[in-house]
């Protein structure tokens, strides 16, 4: 089992930036795919960005946050990291980190394919 912290989230004005961090440990060299999911309130979860160690790097993004919105991996630190750029007020949601033994190539967007799950931090993006 891996456990998963998130942190950076806060309040911020539209079109600033956050860097938030997930902070795994325990099994983590069993996680082959991490992936960010936010959910705002009344709606489902929804895939951010996933990130998999496989033949190189590869990494998936919402359309919603393509091009605005980064993830990376320092295995060194055992952290992931979703840079959000350029932020909207429809950005606002909880984040959610999320961690897979798998390799989630084709499904990568499913929150039902993570078997791991941080506790979430708060992003709120203010007009």
């Known amino acids: 089992q891996v456990q998963l912290v998130e942190s950076g989230g806060g309040l911020v004005q539209a079109g600033d930036s956050l860097r938030l961090s997930c902070a795994a440990s325990?099994?983590?060299?069993?996680?082959?795919?991490m992936g960010w999911f936010r959910q705002a309130p009344g709606k489902e979860r929804e895939f951010v960005a996933a990130?998999?160690?496989?033949?190189?790097?590869?990494?998936y993004y919402a359309d919603s946050v393509k091009g605005r919105f980064t993830i990376s991996r320092d295995n060194a630190k055992n952290t992931v990291y979703l840079q959000m750029n350029s932020l909207k007020p429809e950005d606002t949601a909880v984040y959610y980190c999320?961690?897979?033994?798998?390799?989630?190539?084709?499904?990568?967007?499913?929150?039902?394919?993570?078997?791991?799950w941080g506790q979430g931090t708060q992003v709120t993006v203010s007009s």
């Open positions: 325990g099994r983590t060299f069993s996680s082959r795919t």
């Open positions: 999320a961690a897979s033994t798998t390799y989630l190539s084709t499904s990568y967007y499913a929150p039902n394919r993570y078997g791991s």
């Open positions: 990130i998999i160690m496989w033949s190189g790097v590869n990494t």
